[in-house]
C-alpha cells in the first residue's frame, strides 16, 4: 500500500511511504529526480510537498493528479512515480487541460481518467468533467447535458460498469452534501437514481473503494463530528445500506482518510489509513466485507446468524419433506413405529428440532451480544449528550451573559440619544440666540450711525451760523 504526500498540522508532506501487507512493516521509497532531456536533474532532488491531490495506479507508475504545492502552475499537473526504478517527474498532457484544483475526483477506466469537480486555487467550486486518455496524455473537456452536480469537492466518485460514473456527497463552502449523481459515459447525460435502503448523512472527506459490485465509503465528516457509518451501495439494486458503525471519535470516522482494497489470503479486504477527527491517524485498519442480504430480519444479519438461520430452514424443510408411511400392526413392525409413525422419521425430526434448538440459541448468544454492543453505544452516546448538554448550557450562560450586557449597552446608548437630542435643542436655542445678538448689533450699529449723522448736522449748522453773524 503507497502512501504519497498530505498534509499534517498545516503542513504539507512529500514523502512516499510503502506498508508491506506480508510482514506489516513501514518503509520509506526514496526517489531520485527523472533527468530531462539535458540530463540534469539538480534542479528538483525531492518530490514536492503537495495535498488534495488524488493518486491512481498505471501499469507500474503512480500518477498523482492535481493537488495543492508550491510549485502548482494555472493548469493541472500530472506527476509520475515509478515504483521499480523510484524516479518521479512531471507528465506533459495537452488538449484541453483543466485548470490546477484540489479535492477533485479522478477515477480510472480502463486506459483513461476521469476528473470531476474540486476547487481551484483561488477557491471557486467545480462541477465540470475532464477525461485524460493515458496513451496519449490528451486531455478532452467533456460537454453533458441535463442538471449535472451542485459544484463540490472532496467527494467520492467510482465507476460502474465501465459505463456510468457516480458522483456521491462532498460540500461546498457551507453545505455538506448527502446526493448521489450518475453520468452516462456513452449519452453524457447528468441524472439521479432513485435509491433505497439506509438514510445516509451528509459527509465530505470520506474514500470510497469499488469491490465485486459494491461501493464501500468510508469515513468522513461535516466539519463538526465524523461519520461513523461504513456504507455500501449495492449497484444492481441501487440501495444504500450500513455494513458497520464505530465510535465517533474513531480514526475510521476522520476526514480525509484513504481507503484501497487488497486480495489477502485469496479474500478482498479494505485496507484504511490517515485521516483527521480530532487528532492525525497514521494507523492501518483493514476489514473484510461480507455480502449483505437487505431482505433478511435483523437478527440474521451477522454471517454467523445468517447460516444459522439456513440451516433451521433446512432442517424444517428435511423434516417436512419427509413422507411419512402407516404401518400394518402387526408383530414384526409394531416395535418400529409409534403412533403409527416410523421410528426413523422420529429420530430426524427430533435430530432436526435439536439443531433447530442449537442453532437458535446460538442466534439469541449473537443477539445479546449485539445487544450489549449496542448498550454500549447508547451509554457512549448518552455520555456525549450530557457533555454537549453541559456545554451548551455554559454557552446558554455566557449568551445571557452577554445579552445582559447588550442590554445594558442599549440602555446606555439611549441615553447618550436622549443627551444627544438634548444638546442639539440647546444648539438650536443657542443658535436663535445668536440670529438675534445679530440682529440687534446690527440694529444698535444702525442706530449709532444716525445718531453721529444728526449729531454733525447740529454742529455743521452752528458752524454756519457763526460765520454769519461775523459777517
Known amino acids: 500500500m503507497y502512501i504519497s504526500g498530505g498534509s499534517r498540522n498545516g503542513r504539507q508532506l512529500s514523502d512516499v ?38 493518486m491512481i495506479r498505471w501499469g507500474e507508475k503512480l500518477l498523482l493528479l492535481g493537488g495543492s504545492s ?26 484541453s487541460v483543466p485548470v490546477a484544483r484540489m479535492g477533485q475526483s479522478a477515477t480510472l ?89 439506509d438514510l445516509v448523512s451528509p459527509r465530505a472527506g470520506h474514500a470510497g473503494i469499488t469491490v465485486d459490485g459494491s461501493w464501500f465509503i468510508v469515513g468522513g465528516g461535516d466539519n463538526k463530528s465524523g ?50 477527527n480530532g487528532r492525525y491517524s497514521n494507523e ?11 431482505l433478511r430480519p435483523k437478527i440474521f444479519q451477522s454471517p454467523a446468524a445468517a447460516a444459522a438461520a439456513a440451516s433451521v430452514s433446512s432442517a424444517y424443510a428435511l423434516s417436512k419433506s419427509e413422507k411419512l408411511d402407516f404401518m400394518q400392526p ?7 413405529s409409534v403412533n403409527g409413525h416410523h421410528l426413523d422419521d422420529v429420530t430426524v425430526k427430533s435430530e432436526a ?18 445487544n450489549s454492543r449496542l448498550r454500549g453505544e447508547i451509554n457512549e452516546v448518552n ?35 436622549k443627551m444627544l437630542e438634548s444638546m442639539q435643542s440647546v444648539e438650536d436655542q443657542a443658535r436663535a440666540l445668536r440670529n438675534q445678538k445679530s440682529v440687534l448689533d446690527q440694529e444698535m450699529e444702525h442706530v449709532a450711525t444716525v445718531q453721529r449723522q444728526s449729531s454733525g448736522g447740529v454742529w455743521q449748522w452752528l458752524g454756519g451760523s457763526g460765520e454769519s453773524d461775523g459777517n
Open 227 to 276: 461519520c461513523p457509518e461504513t456504507l455500501v451501495w449495492n449497484m444492481s439494486k441501487l440501495v444504500w445500506s450500513v455494513l458497520t458503525v464505530v465510535n465517533l471519535k474513531d480514526p475510521l470516522s476522520s476526514e480525509g482518510l484513504s481507503v484501497c482494497s487488497a486480495l489477502i489470503g485469496g479474500e478482498n479486504h479494505l485496507l484504511a489509513f490517515g485521516g483527521y
Open 17 to 54: 511511504q510503502v506498508f508491506d501487507l506480508g510482514s506489516l512493516t513501514w518503509s520509506s521509497l526514496q526517489l531520485k529526480a527523472n533527468a530531462g532531456e539535458d540530463g540534469d536533474s539538480s534542479s528538483q532532488q525531492i518530490l514536492p510537498v503537495t495535498s488534495g491531490h488524488s
Open 383 to 417: 455520555s456525549t449528550h450530557a457533555e454537549l448538554t453541559k456545554e451548551l448550557e455554559s454557552v446558554q450562560g455566557q449568551l445571557l451573559g452577554e445579552r445582559s450586557r447588550c442590554l445594558n449597552l442599549e440602555a446606555k446608548i439611549s441615553e447618550l440619544q
Open 109 to 197: 477506466v480502463g486506459s483513461r481518467v476521469i476528473l470531476f469537480g474540486g476547487e481551484d486555487m483561488s477557491r471557486k467550486l467545480l462541477n465540470d468533467v475532464h477525461v485524460l486518455d493515458l496513451e496519449s496524455m490528451i486531455w478532452d473537456l467533456i460537454k453533458t447535458t441535463q442538471t449535472p452536480p451542485t459544484p463540490r469537492y472532496d467527494h467520492a466518485a467510482t465507476i460502474q460498469g465501465d459505463r456510468y460514473l457516480l458522483i456521491f456527497g462532498g460540500c461546498s463552502h457551507s453545505i455538506f452534501f448527502n446526493d448521489l449523481h450518475l453520468l452516462d459515459m456513452q449519452t453524457m447525460e447528468w441524472s439521479q437514481p432513485q435509491i433505497q435502503g
Open 70 to 95: 508550491k510549485d502548482s502552475s494555472d493548469k493541472l499537473m500530472v506527476r509520475y512515480i515509478d515504483i521499480e526504478t523510484c524516479q518521479f517527474g512531471v507528465i506533459n498532457t495537452s488538449g
Open 284 to 294: 492501518v485498519f483493514v476489514l473484510r466485507p461480507k455480502a449483505r442480504d437487505s
Open 353 to 370: 428440532i435439536k439443531e433447530e434448538k442449537r442453532l437458535l440459541e446460538l442466534s439469541i448468544v449473537e443477539v445479546r451480544a449485539e
Open 330 to 336: 402387526d408383530d414384526k413392525n409394531s416395535k418400529r
